[in-house]
């Protein structure tokens, strides 16, 4: 096992072996590497559907994760959470991704895999549920999450919830990609490779 050196915690972060194809398909998509109006609207929608604090449109690279979509709820605890850009090994986006499947974490002291991560020492997040970006190709871009500072009970309606909207973000992603509106794409390219 690993250990961060400034820490003692254990380094739990997945091996992520198919960053490489996600990394070519994102840029494909022209996402991960800029913020999006459009998904700064959508995290919005996932904080409001929720009753969530903060939310995110997150993609994986290789190096680093890019919450190309972003909500901090007015009135929401300062908590120096959210941030765009987050390490790899921060947070639980790349354990959805890596897993292929949603996860829950009520309360993320409860889990020792979990509890030691930065994002609960530095910015004091304490539940979470995020779903995975599965594209038609069967890549996982990322995620839809939400998160808050305090422990909740998202439970089997919450988990429901989370996967619906990851589906539908997909479904837009789709969309665009098919009306080729792939930010940062060249007319007449074609995106379907």
Same mark, same amino acid.
């Given at each position: ?6 820490? @003692? $915690?254990?380094?739990?972060?997945? %091996? =992520?072996?198919?960053?490489p194809v996600r990394a070519l398909r994102l840029r494909e998509l022209g996402l991960g590497e800029r ?5 700064? *609207?959508?995290? !919005?929608?996932? *904080? ?7 939310? @995110?449109?997150n993609f994986i690279g290789e190096e680093r994760q890019f919450f190309a979509g972003l909500h901090h *709820?007015?009135? /929401? ?6 941030? !765009?850009?987050?390490? +790899? ?5 790349? $354990?959805?991704? %890596?897993?292929? +499947? ?7 002291? =409860?889990?020792?895999?979990? /509890?030691?991560?930065? %994002? %609960? ?13 599965? =594209?038609? +190709?069967?890549?996982?871009l990322g995620t839809v999450c939400a998160v808050d500072v305090v422990p909740r009970r998202w439970g089997?309606? @919450? ?6 909207? *990851? /589906? ?5 992603? $789709?969309?665009?990609? =098919? ?15």
């Amino acid at each position: 096992m690993t250990y961060y050196e400034s820490t @003692g $915690h254990l380094l739990l972060t997945p %091996v =992520d072996r198919e960053a490489p194809v996600r990394a070519l398909r994102l840029r494909e998509l022209g996402l991960g590497e800029r913020t999006d109006a459009e998904l700064d *609207a959508f995290a !919005r929608r996932v *904080a409001d559907t929720l009753g969530a604090p903060y939310a @995110g449109v997150n993609f994986i690279g290789e190096e680093r994760q890019f919450f190309a979509g972003l909500h901090h *709820a007015a009135g /929401a605890p300062a908590s120096g959470y959210p941030a !765009r850009v987050l390490a +790899r090994d921060q947070g639980y986006c790349p $354990h959805v991704v %890596v897993r292929r +499947r949603a996860l829950v974490l009520e309360d993320v002291r =409860d889990f020792a895999r979990f /509890a030691g991560n930065a %994002v %609960v020492d530095e910015s004091g997040v304490r539940s979470y549920v995020g779903a995975p970006l599965l =594209d038609r +190709r069967g890549v996982v871009l990322g995620t839809v999450c939400a998160v808050d500072v305090v422990p909740r009970r998202w439970g089997t309606e @919450g988990l429901t919830t989370v996967k619906e909207l *990851a /589906a539908d973000l997909v479904a837009l992603v $789709h969309e665009r990609e =098919d009306r080729g509106q792939v930010p940062g794409a060249v007319a007449g390219e074609n995106r379907r490779g």
